[in-house]
């Protein structure tokens, strides 16, 4: 099969997973958990990004036997992270047979240049931005699902956002461009020309864009995914949180019925405690910033 | 002609696409409320069946939508919206609307690696010589149709990779399943076909 009917059939599957939540799960207990609350897929981790901020030190793929476990657990689709440019680390996943391979800035940075060449894989592949630039980035090198990087790990979602707008602003810029404009728009956000083109015709990125990084109650997810979002990853956010069952459950909801205030402050209702979170000042590592 | 779309997750915004260039008007269930008007036919899109399933119970839409369905809504299932059709499934205990005499099998080509494209005719679309472009991805296979389930569709590859003939939609009274997804391609047939039946044509 050639690398482009390959790449459509990934993108495909990100589409597939469109208006739902991606959830965090580090055994399989948690992602039993997880899909009867209703995610359309889980990211099997070791530790989810609070504690790996929390632990400091390295952070690295997870143990494939541990998320072996986890495809044998659920019947939904299986994501893990590998770091951004270990691409032996991706070829194990995919040796494995995951269904998505996010290429993390959670994790720590194994190339401080270089991405992986995401073209040579056939597994699919997510990858974190915080502007168009990034994305469209990720995309020629064989990204076929985008999310905003966020702030993993914070309960705090103010730069989900911030990307998520810097994202949708850059995409209108680009939209109401004249047509001589586009190659200097391209040389600037340093991208293919091909894929500016694309935005500028379609008023929007190639590939489906999911919002991530500090979501972790209802509100947070409908106010993504009144933002644009297509679809949410929750990752400290539930099994951080006092009842990690039924907050999964309500954010599911919520991000079915984003648009029904009514609806979500029944959901929002004895959620028991969030996550703690750290305010983006409070914090020394900033994980948006790997891997531009 | 008022086009139901289930709207809780996966690829719906695909369908309501097709169904607006062909002339349709969309309304997108999200929950009971929705309900309340009149369509003309059923849209269950392509996503993760275990959520929809879910959502459709939790959000009061259930009961309603079974009951036009086998009220003689025409309704069209694709990829998981098949699953939510099956009379029975193979590998798990759950069963949803269970009003089309199938018996499928979820993910039976394996993870998102053994997804894939394929042509076939489809019995029943404009120019039926013409191959259709078929996109399955984590797809569900139809192990066995009841006779009065006519196959429509049918690929010469089996979920084991032999060759045989796998029977990848099928037309029973008001509802159309197909196990691979006509909402991402740009051939309409399949969706003409569906309003045809929601005319009553």
Redesign the interface.
Same mark, same amino acid.
């Given at each position: 099969m050639s690398t482009e009917s390959r790449w459509e059939l990934n993108k495909e599957l990100a589409q597939m997973l469109k208006g739902g939540v991606i959830m965090d799960v580090t055994t399989p207990e948690q992602a039993k958990i997880a899909e009867a609350a209703g995610a359309c897929a889980v990211m099997a981790l070791e530790r989810i990004p609070a504690d790996i901020r929390a632990a400091g030190g390295v952070s690295r793929m997870s143990d494939p036997k541990m998320i072996k476990g986890i495809q044998e657990a659920v019947s939904i689709p299986v994501m893990a992270k590998c770091r951004i440019g270990h691409f032996a680390e991706a070829q194990i996943l995919e040796a494995i047979e995951i269904d998505y391979i996010d290429e993390s800035e959670v994790l720590s940075p194994a190339d401080d240049v270089y991405h992986i060449d995401k073209t040579q894989f056939k597994v699919p592949f997510v990858c974190g931005a915080k502007d168009l630039g990034e994305a469209l980035r990720r995309i020629s090198e064989g990204a076929s699902m985008i999310r905003t990087k966020g702030e993993p790990g914070t309960g705090d979602v103010v730069q989900a956002v911030r990307h998520m707008r810097k994202m949708n602003s850059e995409i209108a810029r680009v939209a109401s461009m004249r047509e001589d404009e586009l190659f200097e728009a391209a040389k600037e956000l340093r991208v293919p020309y091909d894929l500016i083109r694309y935005v500028h015709k379609e008023k929007k990125l190639p590939v489906v864009n999911f919002a991530a990084g500090g979501v972790a109650t209802p509100a947070d997810a409908a106010l993504m995914m009144q933002l644009g979002a297509e679809g949410v990853f929750v990752g400290s956010g539930i099994f951080k949180s006092g009842n990690p069952s039924k907050r999964a459950n309500a954010i599911v909801k919520a991000v079915a019925n984003y648009t029904d205030a009514k609806l979500i402050a029944e959901l929002s209702e004895d959620l028991g405690e969030a996550m703690v979170g750290i305010n983006e000042q409070e914090i020394e590592l900033l994980m948006a910033e790997r891997g531009k | 002609m008022r086009i139901a779309v289930l709207?809780?997750?996966?690829?719906?915004?695909?369908h309501e696409r097709i169904l607006r260039e062909l002339g349709a008007e969309c309304v997108e269930l %999200? #929950?009971g409320s929705d309900l309340s008007g009149s369509f003309d036919g059923i849209v269950l899109p392509?996503?993760?069946s275990?959520?929809q399933g879910?959502?459709l119970r939790?959000?009061g839409m259930f009961e309603d939508l079974k009951r036009r369905i086998l009220d003689g809504t025409p309704v069209l299932g694709t990829?998981?919206g098949l699953i939510l059709l099956a009379g029975s499934l193979e590998?798990?205990p759950e069963r949803y609307f269970a009003t089309m005499p199938i018996l499928v099998r979820?993910?039976a080509y394996? %993870? #998102?690696?053994g997804?894939?494209?394929a042509e076939a005719r489809i019995r029943g679309v404009r120019n039926e010589e013409e191959p259709f472009p078929l996109?399955f991805?984590?797809a569900p296979y139809i192990v066995s149709a009841d006779g009065a389930a006519s196959p429509i569709a049918v690929i010469g590859k089996m979920p084991d990779g032999s060759e045989g003939e796998n029977v990848v939609g099928v037309r029973y009274e008001n509802q159309l399943g197909f196990a691979f997804?006509p909402e991402?391609t740009k051939d309409v047939r399949c969706h003409e076909m569906f309003l045809a039946m929601c005319r009553g044509t």
């Open positions: - | 709207a809780v997750q996966g690829a719906f915004i695909e %999200r #929950q392509g996503g993760e275990t959520v879910k959502l939790e959000l990829c998981a590998n798990s979820r993910n394996g %993870r #998102q690696l997804s894939f494209s996109e991805i984590r997804h991402l």
